[in-house]
């Protein structure tokens, strides 16, 4: 079985601090994504790599950044936490190539307050 | 653009009786639509998927769905509810903008099956 894990379960930062949520997936996946999760919402796509090193943006990068320094594991960084940025972040992986097929496999999610 | 509707926030059922959770897409060509589901405090966990041939996909914990091209919709079945179904539900398509595999996720559905 696929297995995605998150660092933290819950959360709680100060405004203005640096916050680090990690993520680890052991079946050697190429992609990894990082989501928010809010009320009435659904998922928002935060950024997503393809690759060690690499990364895109999805649709909602600001105030964020991500890191990929190894294949099984990717970072979310607030680098100055805010009060909106109070969320359930989620993250997952998927198989790469070119295949669109594809199921992503998601972590249990990691709920930020930020005060 | 790619874009995925789930026009109900909430679906109540009796437990027992048939369910249908609705979700409507809008993409360009050929769409791969998946269906997720997410319990209490919980990471998304992947359903089923249509990605070619028959339209009536088959899933876990006894759900389906069927894909209808002409009205554009991927609706979740199961024919007798359980309890245990209570959840948040979301339908999700794959965007083809690019090699990666990116989804785009309604707003999530919340099932609650009544005893």
């Known amino acids: 079985d696929v297995k995605v894990t998150q660092s933290s379960r819950y959360l709680v930062k100060r405004t203005g601090e640096k916050v680090f949520l990690e993520c680890v997936q052991d079946?050697?996946?190429?992609?990894m994504f990082w989501y928010r999760q809010d009320p009435g919402l659904g998922l928002r796509l935060i950024y997503f790599?393809?690759?060690?090193?690499?990364?895109e943006k999805g649709d909602i990068p600001e105030g964020y950044s991500v890191s990929r320094e190894k294949k099984e594991r990717f970072s979310l960084i607030l680098e100055s936490a805010s009060t909106n940025q109070t969320s359930m972040y989620l993250c997952?992986?998927?198989?790469?190539?070119?295949?669109?097929?594809?199921?992503?496999?998601f972590g249990p999610g990691t709920r930020l307050t930020v005060t | 653009a790619q874009s995925v509707a789930q026009p109900e926030d909430q679906v109540n059922v009796a437990e027992g009786n048939p369910l249908t959770v609705k979700c409507t897409y809008s993409?360009?060509?050929?769409?791969?639509l998946f269906w997720y589901v997410q319990y209490p405090n919980r990471g998304l966990q992947f359903l089923l998927k249509?990605?070619?041939?028959?339209?009536l996909v088959k899933g876990s914990y006894g759900f389906e769905a069927e894909f209808n091209k002409s009205q554009t919709s991927f609706h979740l079945k199961k024919p007798s509810a359980l309890v245990s179904d209570s959840a948040l539900y979301f339908c999700?398509?794959?965007?083809?903008?690019?090699?990666?595999?990116?989804?785009?996720f309604g707003t999530g559905t919340l099932l609650a099956v009544q005893p």
């Open positions: 079946m050697d996946h190429e992609n």
């Open positions: 993409v360009s060509g050929n769409p791969y």
């Open positions: 249509y990605i070619t041939g028959d339209n």
């Open positions: 790599s393809y690759d060690v090193k690499m990364k």
């Open positions: 997952a992986s998927s198989p790469g190539g070119l295949a669109p097929t594809h199921e992503q496999y």
């Open positions: 999700a398509v794959r965007d083809r903008g690019g090699a990666t595999n990116k989804l785009i």
